[in-house]
């Protein structure tokens, strides 16, 4: 069973700094892209990193220059550290994987950036 579980949200400051953390099983890791998104409640779910096999990442403009995507193949785990953050990075994070022809999900991480 391909399982995604999120991990590391909370609340922060803006400029402020936060690493989440998704933990996969169920597939085989390192032949998976792996991508986060996010999602304001109303707001349609928006891409905001994705990373390839081979370690190719792509971004939102949004997040360009501020986040990472990184994948551990042998921790199968993918993060996203988000540095500079802004209040209208506050959302609902997810880990996303597409395997066996279906996009999978996790449950979701808060993320909130507020003084």
């Known amino acids: 069973q391909v399982q995604l579980v999120e991990s590391g949200g909370g609340l922060v400051q803006p400029g402020g700094s936060l690493r989440l953390s998704c933990a996969a099983s169920g597939f085989t890791f390192s032949r998976a892209a792996l991508a986060w998104f996010r999602q304001v409640p109303g707001n349609e779910r928006e891409l905001v990193a994705a990373i390839g096999i081979g370690g190719l990442t792509n971004y939102a403009d949004s997040a360009k220059g501020r986040f990472t995507i990184s994948r551990d193949n042998a921790k199968n785990m993918v993060a996203l550290q988000m540095n500079s953050l802004k209040p209208e990075d506050t959302a609902v994070y997810y880990c996303?994987?597409?395997?066996?022809?279906?996009?999978?999900w996790g449950q979701g991480t808060q993320v909130t950036v507020s003084s």
């Open positions: 996303n994987v597409f395997v066996y022809s279906t996009k999978f």
